[in-house]
């Protein structure tokens, strides 16, 4: 079974950084891709950025770009999220994804993923 598990959340004013983390629990998962999600009250879950291995190419959300920069190790089955000029409409729940199998870049939807963290909070204060 593998789990993935975030950690970095946590209460940060505006305009300040919060950096997230994600590692999966086993060494066995070989993936082609992992990204970041958030989940606001109310709302759905969206895509934040991905990471491809192949080619190490990244991909994010309008809403996040020249903002959040998204960086790893495949070897460790590892991720980042450097989240830097933080708002309060970045308040959310923030999942980590992985996805085991070849997927068309960029891996968007949240269908496309097959494990998931259990989620970090990210609270921005204005």
């Known amino acids: 079974q593998v789990q993935l598990v975030e950690s970095g959340g946590g209460l940060v004013q505006a305009g300040g950084s919060l950096r997230l983390s994600c590692a999966a629990s086993?060494?066995?998962?070989?993936?082609?891709?992992m990204g970041w999600f958030r989940q606001a009250p109310g709302k759905e879950r969206e895509f934040v950025s991905v990471?491809?291995?192949?080619?190490?190419?990244?991909y994010y959300a309008d809403s996040v770009k020249g903002r959040f920069t998204i960086s790893g190790d495949n070897a460790k089955n590892t991720v980042y999220l450097q989240m830097n000029s933080l708002n309060p409409e970045d308040t959310a729940v923030y999942y980590c994804?992985?996805?085991?199998?070849?997927?068309?870049?960029?891996?968007?939807?949240?269908?496309?993923?097959?494990?998931w963290g259990q989620g970090t909070q990210v609270t921005v204060s204005s």
């Open positions: 086993t060494r066995t998962l070989s993936s082609y891709a």
């Open positions: 994804a992985a996805r085991s199998r070849w997927v068309v870049m960029p891996a968007t939807r949240k269908s496309a993923y097959d494990y």
């Open positions: 990471i491809h291995w192949s080619g190490d190419r990244t």
